[in-house]
Structure formats: C-alpha cells, structure tokens
C-alpha cells in the first residue's frame, strides 16, 4: 500500500489544523461533565462557551444561537425532522441536488417532499420554488424550505440573497446547510433570512463529530435528541468540550489558513491546465457561481473507477463525486439532476483544495493525471 502523499479531497474531510488538535489534547486532558456545578464542570463549561463564541463568530451568529451537536448530519435532521414536528409544518421543499442528509432527513421527517429541479448548471430553479410557495399560500399551507448553500460535489453556489428575498418575508420556514459554504464564504446568520442553518467541524479543519445547528428564536423548540437539559434544553447528550473546543479553535484559525484568494487562484491554475491537457474536458457547474475550491469534472472515455485507480497508485487523493456516494454503485444523483448523461457522469472527478494545499499539490495532481490520461490514449490508439 503506498504512502499517499497528496490529499485533494477536502470536501470530503479537511486535514486537522494544528489549532484545533493542540486545542482538542489540551480539552482532553480535563477530567469531569461540563453539567457540573463544581470547578473541574465548570473549566469543562468554559471550554465550550470559548467555542461557541469562536464558531458563531465565523458564522456570524449571535453566541446563544450556536447549538453544538455530533454532526451536520444531525443538525440536519434536527433541523428537519423536528423542524417538521416542532412548528406542525405541513411540507418540505428541497432541491434535487441536495446533500443524502437532507433529502433522508426531509423523507423521515413524515411531510410531503416537494423537489425543485436544478438546471444544467446546478442552480435552484427558484421560479419552481415561487409556484410552491404560491400553492401553499393558497391552501395556507406552511413549508419549510430546505437549500444547501455550496453543493459539496460541483461547487455550485445557491443564490443564497434571491432564495431570501423569496423565502423570507413570508412565514415559511428556511433552512441552510451550510456545510461547504462554512468559513468560505460570509454567512451573517444573525441578519439573514436563514431559519436555521447546519454546519460541520471537519470541514474546516476541526475533528470529525462536531457539527452544529444554528437556530433563530422562532425555531428554539425545534428538537431532535431530549433527554438533559444540555444546550439549553436543544440538544441532550453531555457535550464533549474538547471536540467542541477543538472546534471553535479551528474556527478562529481556518481563514488566515484557508485564504480564499490563494484557494481561487489555485483552482483556476488547475483548471486551465486541464484544459491544455483535455481540451473535450468538461466542468460540472462551469456556467455558475462556484465556491472556489473544488473542480468536477469529466474527460468523455476516461472512467473516473479507472482514473482514481491510476491516481491513488501515484499517491493522489481525490475522488469521484461525493464521499458519501462513492463506494454506492451509480451515477451522482447531483449531476443527474443537472442532465449529465450516466456515461459522461461516470467519468466525474472531484478534485477539492483546502488550508493545506499547496501549489506543489496541484502541480503533482497534473502529472499525475497527465500520466493516467496518456494511459488512456495509448489505449485508445490501440484499440
Ligand atoms: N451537507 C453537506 C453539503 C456535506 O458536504 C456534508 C458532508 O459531506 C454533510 C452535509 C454532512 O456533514 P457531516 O459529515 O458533518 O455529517
């Protein structure tokens, strides 16, 4: 097994910064439950509360808005499944390119799913969202609407500032996830239309098992886990401060590391070389916003099974639509959604940077690539 020595897959997880890990052994260290009274409780409580302030800080959210919770995953379906149970909603609008988690989430919560379709380019159809809205408004039906900002596959921003204007001044209810959006871009939870919103430690360079739901007053009874009364009664389960501190350290740290402008200009090296190299290349998303760190994109003939084979033995890693569906057999579900042919959408790549990425990564990348699409031409030649 070879040592693989290049990570391009930070979509999937980041590497931890070196923030969150010194902050993550320094909270294990402390003995006790952050519940109690008692001085060893309450260093464990101050860990948490600094973590708070760091993450709603980057998110721009209001310290008592910041429910911690295992995962975005969970987040999620707290946000949806006892979104659905908590304010009676009658229905849940997502979008076809929505993350698993989401459209698991909106099919357990027991509501009719509505799905808006994306266009070729991976955008929301917002114009389907309005029809909805309308049909609710006339059987006075309340929805909630669930949207992801960044599509983890594709890059495709939603856009977010239209989806508000339409969502927010009527009593429908919206939720983002947030997940690859997270320290990327401005999130302003506090002043935004957002409902609820779900984000993740590990994509920003904290541990895995930390995600957290931000919540506005109208949602504080929007529950998925009860039990004690942690996080204000919104989430049971005793809180693990070291994670959670580990958290907000990464918080703090991700965007001097991260660089949004270093990331974009990385990006668009990669993707001009790529097209020198493949010039029949295409880039899921291209005529979209994108977020600026992560490329899907296909090469008609070369299987992405096949490429990512050829790459992981040169100790590249990187992947082939989204982590979560990888290992599943079939095509992506978001580039289906966006009209990709099955043939086509099983040659996709996802390449995504993040804080540690380097000009040398990208560099290694294209040979790398270089090598496995000669392999592919001699191939083809010979056939
Ligand atoms: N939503 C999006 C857009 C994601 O990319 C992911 C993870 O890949 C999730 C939700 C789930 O996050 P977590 O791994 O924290 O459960």
């Known amino acids: 097994m070879p040592h693989t020595a290049i990570y391009l897959d930070h979509n999937a997880s980041s590497p931890l910064l070196p923030e969150a890990r010194s902050a993550l052994l320094a909270g294990l260290e402390l003995v006790g439950n952050p519940s109690s009274v008692h001085g060893h409780g309450r260093a464990l409580h101050e860990l948490i509360e600094r973590g708070r302030d760091a993450v709603a800080q980057l998110a721009g959210a209001e310290r008592q808005q910041v429910v911690f919770t295992g ?12 979104g659905v149970r908590a304010l009676r909603l009658d229905g849940v609008v997502v979008s076809a390119g929505e993350h698993p988690a989401v459209l698991k989430a909106a099919e357990l919560s027991g509501a009719p799913v509505t799905t808006l379709p994306l266009d070729a380019a991976g955008r929301v159809s917002l114009g389907a969202l309005s029809e909805q809205l309308a049909a609710a408004d006339t059987t006075g039906t309340t929805l909630l609407v669930a949207i992801q900002a960044v599509n983890n596959e594709t890059g495709v921003c939603q856009d977010l500032v239209a989806l508000a204007a339409l969502v927010g001044p009527t009593r429908h209810y919206l939720f983002i996830d947030a997940v690859q959006a997270f320290g990327k871009l401005p999130m302003e939870f506090a002043s935004n239309a957002a409902d609820m919103m779900a984000i993740s430690g590990h994509k920003i360079g904290a541990p895995v098992g930390v995600g957290a739901l931000l919540m506005k007053a109208p949602c504080d009874e929007v529950r998925l886990l009860q039990g004690g009364g942690h996080e204000q009664g919104r989430r049971a389960g005793t809180q693990s401060a070291a994670l959670i501190a580990a958290f907000g350290a990464a918080a703090a740290a991700f ?13 668009a090296q990669l993707e001009a070389s790529l097209h020198e190299m493949a010039p029949d290349i295409v880039i899921f998303g291209a005529g979209a916003t994108r977020v600026g760190n992560v490329v899907n994109f296909a090469v ?30 079939g095509p992506s579900h978001v580039l289906e959604a966006m009209g990709v042919s099955p043939e086509l959408a099983e040659c996709a790549l996802r390449v995504s940077l993040g804080w540690s990425s380097t000009g040398t990564d990208v560099t290694a990348f294209l040979s790398g690539f270089g090598v496995v699409l000669g392999r592919r031409r001699r191939q083809v030649k010979a056939a």
């Open 71 to 82: 995962s975005a995953t969970e987040a999620i379906h707290q946000a949806i499944v006892g």
């Open 255 to 267: 965007p001097a590391h991260y660089a949004a402008e270093r990331q974009r200009g990385l990006l």
């Open 300 to 329: 008609p003939g070369l299987r992405a099974s096949v490429a990512m084979m050829g790459l992981d033995l040169l100790g590249l890693s990187v992947s082939s639509g989204s982590a979560c569906s990888s290992g599943k057999v």
